[in-house]
Structure formats: C-alpha cells, structure tokens
C-alpha cells in the first residue's frame, strides 16, 4: 500500500474504531479475521501449529496476535514482538448516574480519563464509543458489544469572556467535575419503560439516559432492555481527515496510540501475508496491544501485567503440544527472551514550528521525517545503543528514514509501555513511534507519509529479525 493510500486507510481506521479501546480492538479483531488469523480463547486449551496464524482479545480492550514461524527451533529462534495500546486520552460519561437536570437542561456527567487537553473538548461535536454489558435471555450469559455512535449529541459549551475573563487572562483552566459537562438535550419526561430494572440507580433515574441505552442497542442489535452495565466515553463526531495541500498530515481523535495499533496490525498481517514464507522463518512474531496506558498500565490488559510472558509461555506449550513433546518450558522461555527484542510503538513529540523552543535545536523531529526512535537517560523510554544500531539497520537496508529524540532537559518528559514491558520480560526493548503534534488533544496530527513508514519498519523487523544477532 502506498503512502497516500493507507494515510487514507488509517483516517477510515481512527473514524470507524476510533474513541474507546473497545471499539479500536474489535476494529484490529476484524482486521485479522480478514486476513486468516484464528481467534483463540484464553480459557481453552491451545495446540498451535508452525505456520498458524493466531489472536485472542482480553477483557474486550487488548489485542495479542502471533505467527509461529514454520521452522521454529526453541534451542536457537527468538521472538520478534512489537507493542502499543489502545486506549487515549477521554471523557467517560459518569457512573453509576450519568445525567444531570440543570435549570431545565440535561447534562452528562463525565470524569476523566487520562492527561487529556481538556480545553479542546469544548464547543465541538461529540458522539459516543464504548462497550456495553448485556445479558442473553436464553442462557442468560452475560456478554458484552463495543459500540460507537459518531453523530452530533453532546456539546460542552464554554463561558463567554464577557462573563469570566480571568480564565481566558491567565490561561484557561478547566474545573473537571463541574465544568466538563456535556450538554446534549432541553428537558422533557422520561421514560423508563425499556430499561432494565437493574440499570436504574437508587434515586429512580436510569444510570444513562434512555435515548444513550436506545442508540447503543442500537448500534449492538440487542433490544435496550437487555443492558446491563457499560462504559460510555465522549468521542469527536467528526470524522479522521487527511489535510494540507499535498495530503501532508492525518487528523483525528486518538492518534496517540492508535497510530501504532494500526501500524503493528498491518505491519504483522503483511509479515505473514506469504504463507510460503512463513514456513520458511525461523521467528515467531508477536503483537501486543494494551489498554490503560494513559493511567498507568496497572490491570489485567495493561502492560504492568504478565500478559507478555504468560502469552510467549503458552505459545511454547502450545507448540510443544501440537508436536506430542515434553519439554522445560520455563528454561526454553528464559533462554528464548535472551534472544528476543521488544519494539514498544507509541508516538513521540514532533517538533512543533510554533513551540520551537521546546525541543533540541540539534537534528529535530519532524513530521513526515520517518519514524522515530525515542532515547531517555532516565528510563522513560527503554532505548538502548543494541536495539538502536538494530532498528538503525533495518531502516538502512529498506530505505526508510529514521529519526532519533532526546527531549530538551528544560522540558518534563512522559513514559510509555516500553520501560513496563521490558522490567516485566526482561527483554531488550526499543521505543519506537511515529512524530505528532498536539499530543493528548482531541484532535491530533500526524504525518501521512510516517504511516506507511511505520508499518514497513515493523514488518521489516518482523520478517528480518532471524538475520541479525544481538550480544544479550
């Protein structure tokens, strides 16, 4: 695909699964049942082949794909594994009651999620994304859909000048609980005959909103009745856009970090597109995608968890069950991630042409100057000089151009997966990711060219990793 046509793809990805992990890992799951991965679950036993290509979905918000190369030797092969995460920066509508009457106005509540620019939600169109929590009525299971309903609902007004200019004077600050609410209807009776009784809160009002339960069922082929519980967060009701004359730039809601999800999917589904190649490879590739990046990482689908071992473990036993074999496989894990390598992708700051003082004035990050590998003396990111040189060459020998960011010491600087991965595992990590402006905002901007770029880097690290040897 060339630069152009998957900028465009990647805008359609962040417009259709954009706005809540659990929209963008169903978005990713569709990707890999298209191109012939098996979906595994995590309670069932596995018996993998060499060859197979394989992905299960934790708790509805994390994705993890492998393809087991059909030559794989635990006694010399390695993993080549790549990581980012789902999740973003949000507003998610307040349980357990979400709505509010104000002076004859309603109001959804919201708290929120992450290190957000919240100042940029205000005064834009806003739908909503999430999950919702139902029951079957015949089994009576209780199951869950993601759900996203991008059209114009909410709005959250801002406060005129006129009438407090010390917020606009000294900087405009936001008072979350009480400010961040989004206003999305006049007032009339409402009814809650369709809602489950259990759905309702103590004081008799529904948790969410009728009309809210009405278009997620909706959007979930379920009857309202049906919903249980869910987790609604605020989404922009616009769609992702390619914008500047040439196409230069991708615009949309939760770049950070769905620019490297979608990058490690169609960096992995490349990878394996060729079955006779995947017979071939003596690697198996692994992809890791996260949820609670932006509020620590600590849960069951971040990765403060043993998520990435626990996989790599039952990969092995799953081979070694497939070939009828008994062997250690703890020793075969830990002599394995001596010889395996991490990329952790996960966007860095570009330099920004009107903040330039903000960044290093020697070689800076730019927007569509390839992607970047992310250095830190601290730890924040897990870069060393081996998984540098590594990352150095695979660009070299595929022509793609590769930048390299130190943040200016005068600045704070934030982390990523990386450092958890590789504190967790033990293997040599390399925080990679692509140059974008206005992190954390509801609308950010990448560059179209580093999209592509992206993705070849990934998949060149996958296919090419059995060709180079790194001293552990």
């Known amino acids: ?84 995460h789902t999740d973003s920066p949000s507003l998610r509508m307040k349980p357990p009651r979400s709505e509010k009457i104000t002076y004859g106005m309603l109001e959804i509540l919201c708290e929120t999620y992450g290190g957000g620019i919240w100042q940029t939600w205000f005064d834009r169109d806003l739908g909503f994304a999430g999950k919702i929590v139902y029951t079957d009525p015949k089994t009576k299971a209780v199951l ?41 209807c006049d007032t009339g009776d409402v009814s809650t005959d369709s809602v489950n009784p259990i759905a309702i809160a103590p004081s008799g009002c529904p948790k969410y ?58 960096a992995i589904i490349r990878a394996s597109s060729d079955a006779e190649s995947v017979k071939k490879s003596h690697t198996i590739m692994l992809i890791n995608l996260f949820d609670h990046e932006e509020t620590g990482s600590l849960s069951a689908q971040g990765a ?20 009828k074999v008994t062997r250690n496989c703890r020793e075969d894990m830990f002599r394995i991630s001596r010889r395996s390598l991490i990329l952790s992708a996960d966007n860095s700051h570009a330099l920004h042409p009107n903040f330039s003082g903000f ?52 600045t704070s600087c934030g982390s990523t997966i990386g450092p958890m991965t590789a504190a967790n595992t033990g293997i040599r990590t390399v925080d990679i990711g692509c140059a974008q402006l206005a992190m954390h905002s509801l609308r950010e901007t990448v560059g179209a060219k580093d999209i592509s770029r992206m993705s ?14 790194i001293a552990p």
């Not at 403060?304 to 497939?322: A, P, W």
């Open 359 to 410: 960044h290093v004035s020697e070689d800076p990050v730019v927007l569509n100057g390839g992607p970047v590998i992310k250095h830190h003396v601290g730890t924040s990111y897990a870069s060393d000089a081996e998984g540098t040189a590594l990352v150095l060459l695979i660009g070299k020998e595929h022509g793609i151009p590769i930048q390299e960011f130190v943040i200016n010491q005068n």
């Open 144 to 184: 869950a859909k993601s759900v996203l309903v991008r059209r114009p609902l909410f709005i959250i007004p801002t406060i005129a000048p006129h009438m407090d200019r010390s917020k606009y004077e000294k900087g405009f600050t936001v008072a979350r609980e009480t400010e961040l609410r989004a206003l999305c």
């Open 1 to 84: 695909m060339d630069a152009c046509a998957e900028a465009k793809d990647f805008a359609k990805f962040l417009t259709e699964h954009g706005g809540s992990p659990f929209v963008a890992s169903e978005g990713v799951r569709q990707m890999l049942l298209k191109a012939g991965f098996e979906e595994l679950k995590e309670a069932d036993s596995w018996n993998l082949s060499r060859g197979g290509k394989y992905f299960f979905v934790r708790n509805g918000a994390a994705v993890h794909a492998f393809v087991i190369g059909g030559q794989f030797n635990p006694d010399t092969d390695a993993f080549a594994i790549a990581g980012a």
């Open 456 to 469: 070849n880097l990934i998949a060149s690290f996958f296919t090419d990793y059995e060709k180079y040897s």
């Open 304 to 323: 403060r968890s043993n998520v990435v071992q626990d996989t790599m473990e039952r990969i092995l036993m799953g081979i070694y069950n497939k070939d």
């Open 209 to 266: 909103h009728p009309f809210i339960l009405k278009l997620a069922a909706e959007a979930a082929g379920i009857d309202p009745s049906q919903i249980v519980s869910a987790d609604l967060r605020l989404c922009d009701a616009a769609p992702a856009s390619v914008v500047g004359f040439n196409g230069d730039y991708v615009c949309g809601q939760g770049i950070d970090n769905l620019n490297s999800t979608y990058c490690c999917t169609q």
